[in-house]
Structures are given as C-alpha cells and as structure tokens.
C-alpha cells in the first residue's frame, strides 16, 4: 500500500474499523451473538495491545525500526480509525464498538449543548459532565462480561476512574500499572484465564510525534521502544492467547509555514462564538444565520489546505456513522479538516497546542489507516 493519498479516507464503520476489533474478539473467544467481521482466528482468550499514534503509514515507512510489528504487518490490510482522528474518540470507539456519531466523543474537544462551553474529553476537565450520561450506552467491554467474558483493561494508574476511562471502558476490572514489565505482568495474569479479553494502553510514542514529530531521532527509537514491548509481550502471554495489535490514530508532522493562526486573522472568527475541535479538525460553533458565511470565508481562505464542510454535510457524508440526537448539537457547525501537512492553530489562546509538531485528527490516510496486527502463539 502506498505512503501517499491525496484524498480523504472515510470510514470503515462495521466493516474494518477501530470499533470492530472487541466486539471480532470476543466472537473468535467463541462467544455466542458477537459478529467476527474483522476474521480473528478462534482462541482461548485475547489481548488487544493499542499503541497511541502508531498510524500504518508510518509503520510501513519506518519498518526497519520495528522488525516484529512490521513482520506482522506483511500481507495484511489497514483498519481505518473514526472521524475525528483523535485519541478520545478512537478508544471509545474501541471500547464500545461504535462510531462517534452515537457514542458522543467527537473530538478532543466539543461544545456542550446548551452552554459555550467545551468538553476536553482526553483530560475530562469538567466535573459536571458525567461520563455516563455523556456516553450512555454499553461498552463492548460491559456486554462481554453479560456474556461471560472476563474483561480488563491495563493502563497507568493515573487513568483510572477517569472520565474517558469511564465512557470507553466500563465494565471492564482496571489495572493500574505504569511501567512496561507492570503492564506486561498484569496482562499475562488476566490472559491466563480462559475466555478472557485483555486491553493494553501504551501512550509514549504518541507523546514523543507531538512534541519531536515523527521524523525525529528521539520517535525512531521510541517506536523501537514499542515494538520491543509488543515483542516481549507476546513472548510472555501464554499460547493459546492470541495478541492483536492495534492503534488509535496515525500522525502528520505540521509545517510551520502552513499553520493557520486564528489569532492572526480574526476575521475568520467573526460569527464564531466558540473555537472547538483541535489542529488538525476545527469545531467551528457558529452564531445563529451565519454558518453559511463563516464556511464560505473559511473555503476561501483554506483554498485547498482544508476540507471545510457544514455539519449537515459530515453527517450526510458519513463521517461519524448515524448521528444519535443528542449528539448533534456536539458537532461543530462548520468543520475544518486540514489537508497536507497544515494545521489551524491560535497563539494567543492556546500556545502549547500551536507548538506541537506532530498532530492529527483529519482525514488523510496518514491519519486515518491503523494498523490490524494478530500473532496468535501458533
């Protein structure tokens, strides 16, 4: 498969997307009523181990610094994450085996209806949203153990009972462990049960994009780093488990000279009463009559940097699947997907945000393709 597209990926939902690995896993565990579309081979019980940013265009590009998961890779085909290509969108969709549109994560950052008000659901910085409401149905993990599957998810401490790990992760008996050779332990103990389905979180290298980009020494060997950790932990595991490796997003390395400062340009902000989403996908929260003319001065300024759509068109388009109700009023009413390798950014407001190198959250296949990695033992 090729490095390079020039056009968006839309999403696989239900047929070879980042929703459908729990709920293909817990099938190929031979639970009855679960639908295997993802073709798992059967097993005695499965880890799923997802490393943050590990997108498959990247893999494939830099194979040679991870020889185990790039030897896995050879012959299989991408998944493709959802819209946005964001981290706390992607692990609810792992976790409840749903699109956005009905799960509500939309975004690193979405308005609360009813307020102008934003949800940081990565860092769920708002104690009076609850999660449970927020994200009100069933986790894949909650309707495996109704159906007799032992669940656990193993991440660092800090994450648990967050509100992220509430909404996408639910059901499932948490682990708390912060070092590789904690997190590879816990994850034999609970494989080690039979009909059992165990998640892996590993965020480092996502860090490492952000802050160094993707072309930088200091990614390199932090991918090295998670590929010897997928090694050693499938050295580990027992057997008769097999390991599915996956991701949540790849990454764009952003060019200084096409990041777009709002700040700079406070005319595109004009009928904009809230400044949503992330750098590389704008929530856009327009005043009342003017979501026509925000898109149309956003289209002319973006020429062909961004994919600029109205929420209308996203929802028709499929970007988030089919849209629940109270979902809606979460989306943006203008969306701005950048294309390449630009970003739209403000200084002034959020400087750490504008200073990052590696992003993502749009729709380029660099973004969008994850890799699907199964070793299962034999």
Same mark, same amino acid.
């Given at each position: $498969?090729?490095?390079?597209?020039?056009?968006?990926?839309?999403?696989?939902?239900?047929?070879?997307?980042?929703?459908?690995?729990?709920?293909?896993?817990?099938?190929?565990?031979?639970?009855?009523?679960?639908?295997?579309?993802?073709?798992?081979?059967?097993?005695?019980?499965?880890?799923?181990?997802?490393?943050?940013?590990?997108?498959?265009?990247?893999?494939?590009?830099?194979?040679?610094?991870?020889?185990?998961?790039?030897?896995?890779?050879?012959? @299989?085909?991408?998944?493709?994450?959802?819209?946005?290509? @964001?981290?706390?969108?992607?692990?609810?969709?792992?976790?409840?085996?749903?699109?956005?549109?009905?799960?509500?994560?939309?975004?690193?950052?979405?308005?609360?209806?009813?307020?102008?008000?934003?949800?940081?659901?990565?860092?769920?910085?708002?104690?009076?949203?609850?999660?449970?409401?927020? +994200?009100?149905?069933?986790?894949?993990?909650?309707?495996?153990?109704?159906?007799?599957?032992? *669940?656990?998810?193993?991440?660092?401490?800090?994450?648990?009972?967050?509100?992220?790990?509430?909404?996408? +992760?639910?059901?499932?008996?948490?682990?708390?462990?912060?070092?590789?050779?904690?997190?590879?332990?816990?994850?034999? !103990?609970?494989?080690?049960? @039979?009909?059992?389905? *165990?998640?892996?979180?590993?965020?480092?290298?996502?860090?490492?994009?952000?802050?160094?980009? *993707?072309?930088?020494?200091?990614?390199?060997?932090?991918?090295?780093?998670?590929?010897?950790?997928?090694?050693?932990?499938?050295?580990?595991?027992?057997? +008769? *488990?097999?390991?599915?490796?996956?991701?949540?997003?790849? $990454?764009?390395?952003?060019?200084?000279?096409?990041?777009?400062?709002?700040?700079?340009?406070?005319?595109?902000?004009?009928?904009?009463?809230?400044?949503?989403?992330?750098? !590389?996908?704008?929530?856009?929260?327009?005043?009342?009559?003017?979501?026509? !003319?925000?898109?149309?001065?956003?289209?002319?300024?973006?020429?062909?940097?961004?994919?600029?759509?109205?929420?209308?068109?996203?929802?028709?388009?499929?970007?988030?699947?089919?849209?629940?109700?109270?979902? !809606?009023?979460?989306?943006?009413?203008?969306?701005?997907?950048?294309?390449?390798?630009?970003?739209?950014?403000?200084?002034?407001?959020?400087?750490?945000?504008?200073?990052?190198?590696?992003?993502?959250?749009?729709?380029?296949?660099?973004?969008?393709?994850?890799?699907?990695?199964?070793?299962?033992?034999?």
């Amino acid at each position: $498969m090729t490095t390079i597209c020039a056009e968006g990926v839309l999403p696989h939902y239900f047929g070879g997307s980042l929703g459908d690995v729990i709920p293909s896993a817990v099938a190929a565990l031979g639970t009855p009523g679960w639908s295997n579309v993802l073709g798992l081979p059967q097993a005695e019980s499965y880890v799923v181990f997802l490393v943050d940013g590990l997108g498959w265009n990247l893999l494939r590009s830099r194979a040679e610094f991870a020889p185990y998961l790039s030897s896995l890779a050879d012959g @299989t085909e991408p998944l493709t994450c959802g819209v946005p290509s @964001t981290t706390a969108t992607s692990l609810t969709s792992l976790g409840t085996g749903l699109p956005p549109g009905a799960h509500g994560v939309v975004g690193f950052t979405s308005r609360i209806p009813g307020t102008n008000e934003l949800l940081n659901a990565l860092e769920w910085d708002r104690d009076d949203v609850d999660p449970h409401v927020w +994200q009100p149905h069933e986790t894949a993990f909650e309707r495996a153990a109704t159906a007799g599957v032992s *669940t656990t998810s193993v991440s660092k401490r800090r994450f648990e009972g967050s509100g992220l790990s509430i909404a996408s +992760q639910r059901g499932a008996t948490f682990i708390g462990a912060d070092t590789i050779g904690e997190r590879i332990s816990a994850a034999v !103990r609970a494989a080690a049960e @039979t009909t059992s389905l *165990t998640y892996v979180y590993e965020g480092e290298l996502d860090s490492t994009g952000h802050h160094s980009g *993707t072309r930088s020494w200091a990614w390199e060997h932090q991918l090295s780093a998670a590929d010897a950790f997928a090694a050693q932990l499938r050295e580990a595991l027992p057997r +008769q *488990t097999a390991l599915v490796v996956v991701a949540d997003h790849g $990454m764009v390395d952003a060019s200084p000279d096409l990041k777009l400062d709002v700040d700079q340009h406070p005319h595109l902000l004009q009928g904009v009463h809230l400044f949503g989403g992330e750098a !590389r996908f704008r929530h856009l929260y327009c005043d009342e009559g003017a979501v026509e !003319r925000v898109a149309f001065e956003w289209r002319e300024q973006m020429g062909e940097n961004a994919w600029v759509v109205t929420r209308d068109q996203a929802i028709d388009e499929g970007w988030f699947g089919s849209v629940d109700s109270h979902v !809606r009023a979460r989306l943006g009413d203008v969306m701005v997907a950048s294309r390449g390798s630009g970003a739209v950014v403000a200084t002034e407001q959020r400087p750490e945000e504008a200073a990052l190198i590696g992003l993502h959250g749009s729709l380029t296949c660099d973004e969008m393709l994850v890799p699907l990695l199964v070793d299962s033992g034999d």
